[in-house]
Structures are given as C-alpha cells and as structure tokens.
C-alpha cells in the first residue's frame, strides 16, 4: 500500500507485432510499451503506440465526411453511466504511425501519418494531434475522380473528439481544373469548388454532375431538367459534404 493509504501497483505491458481489428472496419499492427500504475486518485495508462499499418478496404456507400469521421469513430461513454473503474482510469498515450495509413476501395485510395496524443480518461477520451494524408491520394466523388493536394484531421479540442478538416483535391472534368476545398468541423463544414477556367459556382456543380457548364433552357423540358439536375448537385454537395454526418443540414 501506498503513504496515502491506497494499493500501489505498477504494470508494464510490452507487446510486438500486435493485430487489432480497431477501429471499427480497420485492421491495424504495431508495437506497444504502456505501463498500467494507480494514482492517488484511481489509475493511470500511460505510454507509446507504434502503429505499422493501419488498412481500410472495405467497399462503402458513404460521403466523404463519413469515412473521415469513421477514422476515429468509437462508442462514448457518458460519465455518469460509466463505471467507477472507466471514470477513475487516466489516460496518456502517445500514438505515431508515419506513413501508417491505408485506405484503398471503391471510393478513396489513400495514404497517410498518425501523429496524436490521447489524453482524459477510458470514459471521456480526448484526442490531440494530427492525422495527415500524403499527396497524389485518389477520391471518388459523384461520377469524378480526384487526386489530393492535400488532407489532414487536426485535433485541437480539449473538451471532445472534434477533428478539423483541412481538404484540397483537384479533378479534371473535360476542359477544366475543378478543385474542391473542404474545411471546418462536421458539424460547421464549409466545401468551396473553383475551376480554372473560371466558372460560376452553378456551373461547376452542373459540370460535376452532368458533365456540362450550362443548365439553361427556355422549353418546359428544359425547366425540368434544370430542376432535376439543381436536385442532383445538391444532392452532391450535402450526400458528400455535410448531412449524412450531422443529420441536420438542410437545403
């Protein structure tokens, strides 16, 4: 027993070459050195993650934002439905994984570098750090496909897991450079597209969603396109920017 009366114990954990199935759908390896100890107060897990590889391949039906947001995906624990032993039990550990990340399906071929720091306790878990994607990674998007400038979640909040994201891919749809920005939190997204030559924002989006710049017509048929197809870029920038994450967007 330790000099304010409570069990004082120490664990060290070594583990090499360690295949997990996490985060959901991941299948990730590397080494651990963490030691487990009391605290005057509860528990402390501390130390170091090595990740080798950390691959994704499953074939998905989601938005951008939703496989982004899956990266780190876990159930939270509420504090006041968690155990005494979650609430009680610290947490500090370091997570790197340079040029770690894989994902490779029907909609993203990607690679990337974990540099984070977990932090708060087993039941509010807390993240900072930076997970960053190597240029010349390929996004499927709608019916185009882009390669990324570049890509990053950067965790900065101390009081939850809220990654900002800073995206910028860039695809060529027949004559024209269209580069899509994507930034902000999940909940506060902000996605910009711009072409060179310069397009008008319901230009871009018409040449993104059916391959041509210009959606005006004088004929009853005409309208009706135009609606179906107003229809079809919103449905492109909401379906892969912000609603399915947030289910609060609205047109």
Partial sequence: FGPEGYFDYRLQILARNLDVAFPEGWSSRGDADMTISSTPTGHQIRGSVEVERALYVQDVNLGLTQLLSRLFERPRLEVERADDLSVRTELNLSVQGPSALRVRNNMADLHGSLDLLIRGTVARPVV??????????????????????????????????EPIVDLVARADVREYDITLNLSGTFEDLNL????????????????????????????????????????????????HAASQVTQRTGR
């Fill in 128 to 161: 900072f750090g930076n997970v960053s994607l190597e240029p010349d990674g390929k996004l499927v998007l709608g019916p185009n496909e882009y390669i990324v400038e570049r890509g990053s979640l950067r965790f900065t909040n101390p009081l939850k897991i």
């Fill in 192 to 239: 910009r597209y711009s072409s060179n030559p310069p397009l008008a924002d319901v230009e871009v989006l018409s040449l993104l969603t059916t391959g041509r710049e210009s959606w005006t017509s004088g004929s009853s048929i005409g309208r009706s396109e135009d609606r179906s197809r107003t229809q079809a870029a919103t449905d492109l920038v909401y379906g």
